[in-house]
């Protein structure tokens, strides 16, 4: 790159921003405002790359300010065309197309998940998860395309911030809004756009005591089990998520009685019958979270019952005697044994009265 094209790009970036700064104090001026915002988006999203990578870079940088512009507009902005953009802007700052090229392509791809790994940091020290969490609440009390689409936005802005804030479950319980993604799950649990966001914010929550038993007795098992059914068994990040969520919620002996209530371990055997047709490391990380579940399950006697009456012993078995013999699997195996042992019938050992054994 030519270094006037290089300075062509950084003014162009600087005037944008500049604009938008003065827009975020005149917020009447909505017409501009729209304006300016798109022209950004338009720049992050550029199919050429040159453009695209500088603007990224632009709002990369920390004394650009411009993630401090970005949440004051979502913060003060009652708009949604205006949101979308910021919110889409956010998106590409956050995880941005990967560059192609061969020569540099690996150095291109591990220095722009670096940036956005930062993006991310930097975001979440500025309070854009309180932020993106009173906007979301706002949006549903309207009932438009566009607050659905920027609904759509801000809850995959949410998903990513989620996994990455230390504080996110303290956040959500200052703001009383734990079941708010429940009631967002069971809108949105057959929404392909919406649900993986939202099972990630939601695994997130159940890693911790009191949102998990917030969320247990909001009812949340059998909009699991509605998700589970909606999900099906093709092996994808959503089902993994989705398992994982069993995972953490399956430690409370309530949430256990629930999900065995509402036929969780009937879907769970049914990943066992359809195994060998998943691949690679997705296979092992589906079984695994679906073992831990089970073993979580075995604690109380409605889910030892419910894995036998399933004929879960069978075909935990026929997994042990098909799985390939790889070292990979062990831990699988191991699982397995725990939860055949668990479920096993209690008897006496067939020695005399008298031995030592007894």
Not at 96 to 107: E, I, L, W
Not at 204 to 216: D, I, K, M, P, T
Not at 301 to 316: F, M, S, T, V
């Amino acid at each position: 790159m030519s270094p006037s094209t290089k300075t062509a790009d950084d003014a162009m970036n600087d005037v944008l921003l500049e604009k938008l700064r003065n827009c975020v104090s005149k917020p009447q001026e909505a017409d501009t405002f729209r304006h300016i915002a798109a022209k950004i988006h338009a720049r992050v999203t550029s199919s050429d790359r040159r453009v695209r990578e500088r603007t990224l870079e632009k709002l990369w940088r920390k004394n650009s300010g411009a993630m401090e512009i970005f949440i004051a507009t979502l913060e003060n902005c009652k708009d949604h065309a205006i949101n979308c953009s910021i919110a889409s802007i956010l998106h590409e700052c956050i995880s941005p197309r990967a560059a192609k090229g061969k020569t540099k392509g690996n150095k291109n791809k591990s220095a722009t998940r670096s940036s956005s790994r930062m993006a991310v940091m930097q975001l979440i020290n500025l309070g854009i998860t309180q932020v993106l969490v009173k906007l979301l609440v706002s949006l549903q009390h309207a009932d438009t395309i566009s607050s659905e689409v920027l609904t759509q936005e801000v809850l995959w802005l949410l998903g990513q911030v989620a996994q990455r804030d230390q504080k996110f479950v303290s956040k959500m319980k200052t703001l009383n809004t734990v079941k708010v993604f429940h009631t967002l799950l069971k809108q949105h649990y057959n929404n392909s756009k919406t649900l993986l966001p939202l099972l990630l914010i939601v695994k997130c929550l159940a890693r911790n005591s009191f949102s998990l038993q917030v969320l247990v007795k909001d009812g949340i098992a059998s909009t699991l089990e509605k998700t589970f059914v909606c999900v099906g068994y093709i092996p994808h990040l959503k089902l993994r998520s989705l398992l994982e969520c069993f995972k953490y919620f399956t430690t409370s002996k309530l949430c256990c009685t629930k999900f065995v209530k509402v036929g969780l371990v009937h879907l769970l055997m049914r990943i066992f019958e359809r195994w060998e047709r998943f691949d690679g490391p997705m296979r092992l990380k589906i079984c695994n979270c679906a073992l831990i579940t089970l073993q979580h399950l075995c604690v109380i006697k409605a889910g030892r019952k419910a894995i036998k009456l399933n004929n879960g012993l069978q075909l935990l078995y026929r997994f042990c005697s098909n799985c390939p013999e790889d070292k990979a699997y062990d831990s699988l195996l191991s699982r397995i044994c725990g939860i055949i042992n668990q479920c096993l019938e209690k008897k006496e050992l067939p020695v005399p009265e008298m031995s030592p054994a007894r």
